[in-house]
C-alpha cells in the first residue's frame, strides 16, 4: 500500500479496526510500460469530486477549504485523519504483497500472505480476513497503433521531437505550448489536459466516446 489519493483504504482500515461525438480509434495492440511514475497526479490536478463528498463523518476538512481542492490538501486531510484515529501503527508502506493463499478447510483457517518490503525483505504473515483494495487506476493501457514508429521519427527538422504519451505521465501544460496535439479519451484525465493545454497549444482535438453517457433504447 503507498499513501496516495484514494480515501477508500484508510476507511476500510479505520472500519476494521473498530469492529475489526463518438470516434472510437482502431483496436489497439496494449503494451505494459517498462517504468511508471510513482504516481499518477499532476502538480494542477484539483479533485473533480467536491469537499462534502469526500468527507469523513465527523471529520471536516479545513475551514477555507476549496470546494475542489487540490490533491495536496486531500494528501493533508488523510494524514490528519490517520493520526487523529490512530490508524498509522495498523498501516504498513511502501509493503507489496506477492502472495496469499488460503490454508485450512473450507470452514476452518487463516490467509497465508507473502511481504516483500522496500528493503526486498520476505515476510509471512497469517490474518482471518483478506480485502483486496489493490485499484485499478495504477497500470496504464497505453496503446500502439500502426505507424506510430514512422510518425516518431520523422519529426519535421526545427520542431521539438514528436511523441505519444499515456496521461499517467501527464504532468505540465506548457510542454505543448505552440503543438498540435491529439487527446485520445473523454474521461476525467482527457478532459483536464485538454482544458490545460487549449490556452497554450497551436491546437487541440479531443476524441472520446461517451458510452456511459448515452441511454440506447433496449434491442430488439
Ligand atoms: C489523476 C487522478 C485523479 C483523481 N481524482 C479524483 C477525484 O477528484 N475524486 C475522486 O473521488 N476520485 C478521484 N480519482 C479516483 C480515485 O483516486 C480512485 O477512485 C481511488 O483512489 C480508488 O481507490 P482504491 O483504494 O480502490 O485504489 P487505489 O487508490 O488505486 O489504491 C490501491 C492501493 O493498493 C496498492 N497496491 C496495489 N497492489 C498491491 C500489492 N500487491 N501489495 C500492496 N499494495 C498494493 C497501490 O500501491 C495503491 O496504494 C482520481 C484518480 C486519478 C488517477
Ligand atoms: N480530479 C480530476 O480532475 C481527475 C483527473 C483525471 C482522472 N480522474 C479520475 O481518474 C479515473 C480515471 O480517469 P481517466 O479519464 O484516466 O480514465 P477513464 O475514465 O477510463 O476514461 C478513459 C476514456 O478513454 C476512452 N477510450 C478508451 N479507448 C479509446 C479508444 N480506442 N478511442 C477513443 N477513446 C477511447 C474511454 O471511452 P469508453 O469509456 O467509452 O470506453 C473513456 O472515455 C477516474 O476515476 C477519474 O474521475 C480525475
Redesign the pocket.
Known amino acids: ?2 499513501e ?3 480515501a ?2 484508510h476507511l476500510v482500515c479505520n472500519h476494521l479496526i473498530h469492529i475489526c461525438h463518438s470516434f472510437r480509434l482502431p483496436d489497439p495492440n496494449i503494451v505494459t510500460p517498462p517504468r511508471l511514475p510513482e504516481t ?2 499532476y502538480p494542477r ?1 484539483r ?3 467536491p469537499v462534502p463528498t ?1 468527507t469523513y463523518p465527523g471529520f471536516p476538512f479545513p475551514p477555507g477549504t476549496p470546494l475542489f481542492p487540490s490533491h495536496q490538501h486531500i494528501l493533508a486531510y488523510h494524514r490528519r485523519y490517520a493520526s487523529r484515529f490512530n490508524l498509522y501503527p495498523h498501516i504498513r508502506f511502501n ?3 506477492l502472495k496469499a493463499h488460503w490454508v485450512g478447510t473450507s470452514t476452518h483457517g487463516q490467509w497465508n500472505i507473502t511481504l516483500r518490503n522496500d528493503q526486498n525483505t520476505l515476510e509471512t504473515r497469517l490474518f482471518d480476513h483478506l480485502v483486496i ?6 497500470i496504464p493501457r497505453i496503446p500502439t497503433f500502426p505507424g506510430q514508429d514512422v510518425w516518431l521519427s520523422n519529426t519535421p527538422s526545427n520542431s521539438p521531437p514528436r511523441e505519444i504519451l499515456h496521461s499517467i505521465y501527464y504532468r505540465y501544460p506548457d510542454r505543448y505550448a505552440n503543438r498540435s496535439v491529439l487527446v485520445v479519451g473523454g474521461g ?2 482527457g478532459r483536464d489536459a485538454t482544458s490545460q493545454i487549449f490556452p497554450l497549444a497551436k491546437k487541440v482535438c479531443q476524441f472520446g466516446i461517451y458510452s456511459k453517457l448515452i441511454k440506447r433504447p433496449p434491442f430488439p
Open positions: 500500500m503507498s496516495e489519493f484514494g477508500s483504504p499518477p497526479l490536478l479533485t473533480n469530486t469526500m509493503h507489496r504483497v483494495a489493490s485499484g485499478n487506476n495504477h476525467a484525465s
